[in-house]
């Protein structure tokens, strides 16, 4: 009998490009392994929660969400490891076990993504400069492959499957569960420090200072100019204990404030975001930070962007795109200062341009941080120099030995993505062995040509 499905129009985050699947959602791992084999589509491509800005999660074929797979299986307070499906969010690990003392080891900005998602991007955090991504806190991964079998896999077991998953954007099979280390803290709050600096060979030294600070990120004020170019607000801390607690605190360290939160209607006009008022954010944000030292509650630290619900309709309906890259510590300064000059020649106005630091490069085929900075900057799509600035950001990349982050990409060409990530080849050739009829596919796979065996990496030569 053919699984029951939907048919949907999905988007990415970023709300650009837009694809019609038959979505399914099944409620327990028998429902999804039935999914393949009742032969309602050809390929199918996991989703989370969406959060992934381009067409990682997206296909026009079978879709699998994974949202009501989302039980807690086991939590093994010896070792501090969650066992979960792959549909739990970060939100419901934060929940259940900050008021233990708990804490997740590596987060991205949004506590809405599902443990599925983070493990298929390996994403990383405000510390990967310290202490990599989320690959390095997983003990154990479960995934189903093309081939129908149920696989364990880690660091250790099956370490080929494991480092093709972690950061394979789904595309090794659905994860089903996986069994993750979380980190003990003493308090939902962190000690930070601002800083604000002049311009970018401020923001680069004051960055290179800070790898002794477990967080740290620089906001930078993309639009100013000149001798101005890259300043930044420098954010860095670290877990605050619960002895750095004002006294009304200390007998409830892991009582957070709740934020107040605002939601952006359907159909909010993307005007509103032009040019000046962009601007006069950036400018208003950079004045508002004080220096100095403060008490931040964790989800004002890291979760800024969950207190406005659908901040990705601020850009109207036309969307954005949030471009970003890793680049080699050797020529980052000289890579950004091109990147930002690029976008201000272009009169572009981003609405946000995070800089971080990043540390060595793991072992995941795809995955996206290697040794150096990282620089994130949405841009508005509209505009007929849209897929020139773009292109222009690209080649400047690729001149200087970066790479796109594939979960926020919509554009990159098969051969960009080649030169970018060397071990495609050996992804490509591990799928084949893994899921050989290709019963696992999305949009970006197609687009990226990450489907075909060899053939690809010949063409984009
Ligand atoms: C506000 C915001 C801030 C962000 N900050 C960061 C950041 O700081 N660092 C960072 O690294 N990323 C960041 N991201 C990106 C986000 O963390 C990743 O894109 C993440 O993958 C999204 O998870 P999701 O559950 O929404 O997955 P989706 O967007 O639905 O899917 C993303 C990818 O994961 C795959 N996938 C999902 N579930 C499974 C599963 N069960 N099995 C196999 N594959 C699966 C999909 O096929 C797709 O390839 C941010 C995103 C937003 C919106």
Not at 48 to 66: C, E, F, N, P
Not at 88 to 103: R, Y
Not at 116 to 138: I, P, Q, T, W
Not at 320 to 344: H, N, T, W, Y
């Amino acid at each position: 009998m053919q699984a029951p499905f939907a048919e949907q129009e999905l988007t990415g985050w970023a709300n650009y490009p837009h694809y019609r699947g038959a979505v399914f959602r099944p409620e327990s791992l028998r429902e999804l392994a039935a999914i393949g084999p009742s032969g309602s589509r050809q390929s199918y491509i996991s989703r989370g929660l969406g959060r992934g800005y381009g067409d990682a999660a997206l296909s026009t074929d079978g879709v699998i969400s994974h949202v009501r797979l989302n039980r807690l299986l086991a939590w093994d307070p010896s070792e501090h490891i969650v066992a979960c499906e792959a549909g739990v969010t970060l939100d419901d690990i934060l929940t259940c076990f900050l008021p233990q003392g708990f804490f997740l080891p590596v987060t991205p900005g949004t506590r809405h993504v599902t443990v599925g998602g983070a493990l298929a991007a390996d994403v990383h955090g405000k510390n990967h400069h310290m202490e990599g991504s989320f690959a390095r806190f997983v003990d154990s991964v479960q995934l189903l492959t093309g081939m129908g079998r149920v696989m364990n896999c880690s660091a250790t077991v099956h370490s080929d499957v494991f480092w093709a998953t972690l950061g394979g954007l789904g595309l090794t099979g659905p994860i089903l569960s996986a069994r993750l280390r979380l980190r003990p803290v003493e308090s939902a709050y962190l000690a930070i420090e601002y800083r604000k600096t002049a311009n970018l060979d401020d923001t680069l030294a004051a960055l290179s200072d800070d790898q002794q600070y477990r967080y740290s990120v620089a906001w930078i004020d993309c639009l100013a100019r000149g001798g101005a170019l890259g300043r930044a607000i420098l954010m860095r801390g670290e877990h605050a204990r619960a002895s750095d607690l004002p006294p009304r605190l200390r007998d409830r360290p892991f009582d957070a404030p709740v934020p107040r939160r605002f939601t952006v209607p359907r159909g909010w006009p993307g005007f509103l975001l032009g040019p000046t008022t962009v601007r006069a954010f950036n400018a208003w944000y950079y004045r508002r930070h004080a220096e100095g030292a403060a008490l931040v509650d964790y989800d004002s630290f890291f979760y800024p962007l969950d207190r406005i619900r659908r901040w990705n309709h601020l850009y109207g309906p036309r969307g954005f795109v949030q471009f970003q890259v890793a680049l080699p510590a050797d020529c980052s300064g000289r890579a950004i200062r091109e990147l930002l000059d690029a976008v201000l020649r272009a009169r572009r106005a981003p609405f946000l341009a995070v800089l971080k630091l990043l540390g060595a490069a793991n072992p995941g085929l795809l995955s996206f941080p290697r040794s150096g900075h990282t620089l994130a900057l949405d841009l508005a799509r509209g505009g007929p120099d849209l897929d020139d600035l773009l292109n222009r950001l690209v080649q400047i990349t690729q001149a200087h030995g970066g790479r796109v982050y594939l979960a926020k990409d919509a554009y990159l060409k098969p051969a960009e993505f080649q030169a970018m990530y060397p071990r495609a080849e050996e992804f490509r050739t591990l799928r084949q062995r893994l899921d050989p009829e290709q019963r696992y596919s999305s949009c970006l796979s197609r687009r990226l040509r990450l489907d075909a065996v060899a053939s690809s990496a010949r063409e984009a030569a």
